[in-house]
Structures are given as C-alpha cells and as structure tokens.
C-alpha cells in the first residue's frame, strides 16, 4: 500500500489550495479514505472522510463548509478542496486508508502554510 500525498504549500489567509492524495496497492475503489492533519506542537486531528464512491463525507466541525473532500475512483485519487483557508488550518496534512481494525496506513504528508 503506498499513500502519496501533494498540493501543499505557502497561501495567505482567505486562499485556497487543493491537496492530492494518490493510491495504490489496494483496492481504492472500495475503499473508504479519509484526511487528518497534525499541527505544530499538537496531535494529529481528522478532517474528513469520504465513502469508496464519493457518495458521502464527513468533515470536522473546523473545517465544515471550508473543506470538500472528492475523488476519483479512475485516477486512485482523493482530493481536498480547501478554501477560506485560515492560520489555524496550517499543518502537514495525511491521507489514511484502514484495511481493517488495527491496520492502518499513512502517507508521508504534505505541508500548508496559511500565513501573510
């Protein structure tokens, strides 16, 4: 299983960026993904989840109405949209996929700065 996060970066507060979550290794199209982020100096938080067809997501209450989590069942890729982005929401964001209880992969994370 190999998760492979990108779209990170350096925007000013109100910007937007969207990351990438590309996958392999299993069976992405039937497979619920979600994101979580860890800021500096706190544990690691989830964000999202979205269902193996896209059909339902779930988000934090910091980031509902800001954050659209979507993917693409062709690509194996998950996405996050991320508007309105605020200096809170800076933090190395991972992309997660649980084969089952107590098996759990990780990307290695991208890095958004919200920052003027």
């Known amino acids: 299983v190999q998760l492979v996060e990108s779209g990170g970066g350096l925007v000013q507060p109100g910007g937007s960026l969207r990351l990438s979550c590309a996958a392999s290794g299993f069976t992405f199209s039937s497979s619920t993904m979600h994101w979580y982020r860890q800021a500096p100096g706190s544990t690691r938080e989830w964000v999202a989840t979205?269902?193996?067809?896209?059909?339902?997501?779930n988000y934090a209450d910091s980031v509902k109405g800001r954050f659209t989590a979507s993917r693409d069942n062709g690509k194996n890729t998950v996405y996050l949209q991320m508007v309105s982005l605020k200096p809170e929401d800076t933090a190395v964001y991972y992309c997660?996929?649980?084969?089952?209880?107590?098996?759990?992969?990780w990307g290695k994370g991208t890095l958004v700065t919200v920052s003027s």
């Open positions: 997660n996929f649980v084969k089952r209880r107590g098996l759990e992969y």
């Open positions: 979205i269902t193996s067809s896209g059909s339902t997501t």
